[in-house]
């Protein structure tokens, strides 16, 4: 069993920046694929991003430019750096394992000023 705990989340300003972190347990974390979801009040759950064990990434457009992830296998965390943040991407935000469809409880971004 995969167990996944991300923190990070905070309130800040339009145009501020966080850094959330996903850490991990249970499973080879190296060789997991390892995603970032969002979901805002009254919306779906959306990708956000991802990055394979090899460190390949993928985003979603409407964060593409602004979000970057990455990984540290030697600490078993996944990270979203978020930058030039909008009001828009204000959601609890959830890590991910793909291998094992394993979930985090989430941590909430609020962008406001």
Same mark, same amino acid.
Request: proline share 3%; with cysteine.
């Given at each position: 069993?995969?167990? %996944?705990?991300? =923190?990070?989340?905070?309130?800040?300003?339009?145009?501020?920046?966080?850094?959330?972190?996903?850490?991990?347990?249970?499973?080879?974390?190296?060789? #997991?694929?390892?995603?970032?979801?969002?979901?805002?009040?009254?919306?779906?759950?959306?990708?956000?991003?991802?990055?394979?064990?090899?460190?390949?990434? @993928?985003?979603? $457009? =409407?964060?593409?430019?602004?979000?970057?992830? #990455?990984? $540290? @296998?030697?600490? @078993?965390?996944?990270?979203?750096?978020? +930058?030039? %943040?909008?009001?828009? $991407?204000?959601?609890?935000?959830?890590?991910? $394992?793909?291998?094992? +469809? #394993?979930?985090?409880?989430?941590?909430?971004?609020?962008?406001? =000023?």
């Amino acid at each position: 069993q995969v167990q %996944l705990v991300e =923190s990070g989340g905070a309130l800040v300003q339009p145009g501020g920046s966080l850094r959330l972190s996903c850490a991990a347990s249970g499973r080879i974390f190296s060789r #997991s694929i390892l995603g970032w979801f969002r979901q805002a009040p009254g919306k779906q759950r959306e990708f956000v991003a991802f990055i394979t064990s090899g460190g390949a990434t @993928n985003y979603a $457009d =409407s964060i593409k430019g602004r979000f970057t992830i #990455s990984r $540290d @296998n030697a600490k @078993n965390t996944v990270y979203l750096q978020m +930058n030039s %943040l909008k009001p828009e $991407d204000t959601a609890v935000y959830y890590c991910r $394992d793909y291998s094992s +469809n #394993s979930w985090g409880l989430g941590t909430q971004v609020t962008v406001s =000023s």
